[in-house]
């Protein structure tokens, strides 16, 4: 099992290696990872989809974006998957979850970014809010893997 999300809230299955997994067929979020240090047990996230069926989605190989994850890893046998299985949740439920890992994420091989930016003509200053504090100084950003 791992742990996922904003403030880890998600269980996933596994990881495990893409290249001996039989995905079954169910509906489901998965999430595609590699080791950027063989040496520890720490994944990146280099991909996050979901599927109504996951056996039709060409796992391992024949995914649209299977070659960036292979190119990334370095090695199709580099490559794992973790998957969320949600009971009861319908597609919008796993588009939600999808959207709030690649805003988390921002994983490599996914077209879609967010924006994390904040503008005051959407909603006002952050200060102008009652129940705001002022915001700590920016931090410089930290090197994540891709």
Request: aromatic letters at 10%; glycine letters at 10%.
């Amino acid at each position: 099992m791992i742990r996922l999300g904003s403030l880890a809230g998600y269980a996933f299955s596994g990881p495990r290696l893409l290249g001996g997994w039989t995905p079954p067929a169910e509906p489901g979020v998965y999430a595609i990872l590699y080791k950027p240090d063989p040496e520890r047990e720490k994944y990146a996230v280099i991909y996050v989809g979901h599927a109504d069926d996951l056996s039709a989605e060409g796992f391992p190989f024949k995914h649209r974006r299977a070659h960036c994850w292979v190119q990334r890893a370095g090695s199709k046998w580099k490559v794992h998957i973790a998957t969320l299985q949600i009971p009861g949740g319908g597609r919008g439920h796993r588009e939600m979850v999808t959207n709030e890992l690649i805003s988390v994420y921002d994983p490599h091989c996914n077209e879609q970014k967010y924006d994390t930016a904040w503008r005051a003509e959407w909603i006002g200053e952050y200060s102008d809010a009652p129940n705001t504090a002022p915001l700590p100084p920016p931090r410089p950003p930290e090197k994540r893997p891709r």
